[in-house]
């Protein structure tokens, strides 16, 4: 048989033709999946060389992610017009063992004036402030809104020390420091991420399969799925049609690879099946196409359906993720289901090389009770025995680990705790702290209508929280000028920078003792609100505090709104895949079970095993929404499976044989779905790690526990009433235990 491929040496040994009646012509085999290859391989060669330049289109500001209405946004779009400028604003503190002297404090302000020559950085820089004990001095320096940020902020701390005296330490904080911060932590994103994450993929392939080939088919399939989704939500972004960050970007990375690996798991395994009843791959394919369509539709619309839910989110960061993430979904969806079928016509049984599928069609014939002898069908024969006992001792495991949701914190973290590791704009934010109001340079603004600017000064002096009040003034060489004696309304004195008045409004700013990213600083904010509704009704209250609570009240409002929404059309979906009630029902309860289990968990580990110091808002809705949605997969390609077991052998026994074929692949799927979000961690930024542990957890939950052993012995001990109303429900009496 030297030199000639299993389907033809199958063929001369007389088992069965390679071509049978009714198949295609030999050019439409060769041209069909020549076509499409080629077609992924341009696209995909085109979307490349976009990994490194989603930070054209993107955005980390948290302003811009707040809706129009929020006051914290209001603010932020007059702040141009009271300032003439848009820069984000850097405070350098200079840290002394000694008390600085003259001139020292001479020194540090020569060098400011030399460092405005560093790209990005605006020319009117403020003086050198000392503190009041001598030891420290502290200046704010512009950077330009279109300037990297990181690139800026970097070269003036740089800079700075260079000339800073000996004993003198520099630092760089504020907004612009802890933006400098978000840079590095997403700089990973495109290298690190992408390669730890199909690494990981690669080894848990070749592990599964033991194969050279099929590994690489698979990767090829979700890299490629990859460049054609970044190409297509680019664009997008830089029409101005979706919103994108470095967090969206993570997330959209890992949910492609990890959900076209799925999808490409399952029609492989539908493949492999398929090698054993003929040699035709051509057949093989087609067959496996048809059977892995159904449930890979099914999987991918109801992620996308969940995904789409966080468009009724006030908080634009989580509406844009929806459409970002669908657009991924669905390359995912039709690289698995045309590219990779390519890919097998091509290499055929070779693909699985050195263990090549045996044909056996007297085997697959003969198998009418478990497939196989392995460890899947040894479980399903467990669940057969003890149905109940399985399904009821589970249960009370997983609520059990529920309980650790009451110790979870997701009320918010500061913006110094974003990123994970060492920090220069978390260690200055420190160091200004002990020398001077832990809220200089990043005021509250408040706006206010000129008429009622004393009722408003007099609100915030009275705040005893509240260090010092100014207004904005251009015609003050620092911007701003002290609240005179005799109040705004009673004018200025001759000589005296007057307050900028914009169309009858005035910009107050208050210097806050807490430092803006605090827990008090956001309750000092809104306890201002609630006072300036009655006193100046007109006052809107913005600055980086502000946008801080209007994130997180629109979180925490969004995941009473959005969780009910995803689970109903989940459920829709379900009962109209499974034509059933009852089933789609118990799937999603199950699955919501091992979503409180997992977050129960988490709040366990995150508390006591990294000592995180809290989470977002948010962390409990993406976390939701993935693994509800990426979490019924399993239960899909499970029970899609059942389903067409059980109509052709009966409810309980369809139940067995869904769980011994699915074993092996949804196992591998869940594994590499794990996998991919759990090398969400290599990104030092706190919100992506609690996210990578809480899906990566879950997912093993859901592949190890719930699919295996809780939903199968469930449906087991139902028998076919799981599937009520539908005619399957009324099945014959092969239904028996």
């Not at 789409?308 to 995912?332: E, T, W």
């Not at 009966?650 to 979000?677: E, N, P, Y």
Request: proline share 6%; glycine share 10%; net charge negative.
């Amino acid at each position: 048989m030297t030199g000639r491929s299993p389907e033809t040496s199958l063929h001369r040994d007389g088992a069965q033709p390679p071509f049978p009646a009714g198949a295609p012509p030999r050019w439409l085999r060769i041209l069909l999946p020549a076509v499409l290859i080629l077609a992924w391989l341009t696209a995909a060669a085109i979307g490349g060389p976009y990994f490194g330049r989603v930070s054209e289109v993107s955005s980390n500001d948290q302003t811009t992610y707040l809706p129009s209405s929020a006051d914290a946004t209001q603010v932020q779009a007059l702040l141009g017009e009271f300032t003439d400028s848009e820069s984000i604003p850097a405070i350098v503190v200079f840290a002394g063992e000694d008390e600085l002297t003259s001139d020292d404090l001479s020194a540090l302000g020569d060098a400011l004036d030399a460092a405005t020559s560093v790209p990005g950085l605006e020319a009117d820089v403020s003086p050198v402030i000392p503190s009041q004990d001598g030891t420290a001095a502290q200046a704010f320096v512009p950077i330009a809104e279109d300037a990297d940020v990181g690139d800026a902020v970097e070269a003036l701390g740089d800079t700075l020390r260079a000339d800073a005296a000996p004993g003198v330490s520099v630092y760089v904080t504020g907004p612009a420091g802890f933006s400098a911060d978000l840079v590095a932590g997403f700089a990973g994103i495109d290298g690190l991420l992408l390669g730890v994450a199909l690494l990981a993929v690669l080894i848990i392939l070749v592990l599964v399969y033991r194969s050279v080939l099929l590994p690489v088919a698979v990767l090829s399939t979700s890299l490629f799925a990859l460049c054609v989704a970044l190409l297509t939500v680019w664009w997008l972004a830089k029409a101005d049609i979706l919103l994108l960050s470095g967090q969206t970007q993570g997330i959209l990375f890992i949910l492609v690879i990890g959900a076209a690996t799925d999808y490409s798991l399952l029609l492989v395994s539908r493949f492999r099946e398929e090698l054993r009843a003929t040699t035709d791959r051509w057949a093989a394919v087609v067959r496996a196409t048809k059977g892995s369509f159904e449930p890979i539709l099914a999987s991918g619309c109801t992620v996308i359906a969940g995904l789409m839910c966080l468009l009724v989110s006030d908080l634009k960061s989580n509406s844009a993720l929806g459409p970002v993430s669908s657009i991924g979904i669905v390359f995912a969806m039709l690289s698995a289901l045309t590219l990779l079928p390519a890919i097998l016509l091509v290499f055929g049984r070779a693909a699985f090389w050195p263990r090549l599928p045996r044909y056996e069609p007297a085997a697959v014939s003969s198998e009418g009770g478990l497939p196989g002898s392995g460890l899947w069908a040894k479980l399903a024969a467990m669940v057969r025995r003890r149905p109940r006992v399985i399904w009821i001792l589970t249960t009370l495991v997983l609520v059990a680990g529920t309980l650790g949701v009451t110790q979870l914190n997701a009320s918010g973290v500061p913006q110094s705790d974003l990123v994970l590791g060492s920090s220069e704009a978390r260690d200055g934010q420190e160091v200004l702290g002990e020398h001077f109001p832990r809220g200089s340079g990043s005021p509250v603004y408040v706006v206010v209508d000129e008429a009622q600017a004393d009722a408003a000064v007099d609100v915030l002096l009275g705040e005893r929280r509240v260090d010092s009040v100014s207004v904005t003034s251009a015609d003050s060489p620092s911007g701003t000028m002290s609240v005179p004696d005799g109040g705004l309304a009673g004018g200025a004195d001759e000589g005296t920078p007057a307050p900028t008045v914009v169309d009858g409004q005035v910009m107050l700013q208050a210097t806050l003792d807490d430092a803006a990213d605090s827990d008090a600083a956001g309750e000092t904010v809104r306890d201002l609100r609630e006072q300036l509704a009655d006193a100046a009704p007109s006052a809107l209250v913005g600055g980086v505090t502000a946008t801080l609570v209007d994130t997180n009240d629109a979180s925490t409002r969004d995941r009473g709104l959005i969780i009910p929404i995803v689970l109903g059309v989940i459920a829709l979906i379900l009962m109209l895949l499974l034509r059933s009630i009852l089933a789609p029902i118990l799937l999603v309860l199950t699955t919501l079970l091992s979503f409180g289990t997992a977050m129960g968990v988490s709040a366990l580990v995150f508390n006591h095993v990294f000592d995180f110091p809290g989470a977002d808002p948010a962390v409990p809705l993406y976390g939701f929404v993935f693994l509800v949605a990426l979490g019924i997969d399993y239960n899909i390609f499970l029970m899609t499976r059942v389903r067409e077991e059980s109509i052709r052998h009966g409810t309980r026994q369809g139940v067995l044989r869904g769980l011994s074929i699915t074993g092996g692949v949804i196992t591998s799927a869940g594994l590499v779905l794990a996998a991919t979000f759990a090398a969400l961690s290599v990104i030092p930024i706190l919100f992506l790690a609690q996210l990578a542990f809480i899906v990566a957890f879950g997912v093993v939950l859901d592949t190890f526990v719930v699919r295996t052993l809780l939903v199968p012995a469930l449906s087991y001990d139902i028998g076919r009433s799981i599937w009520w109303p539908s005619k399957l429900s009324r099945a014959d009496d092969r239904d028996a235990r």
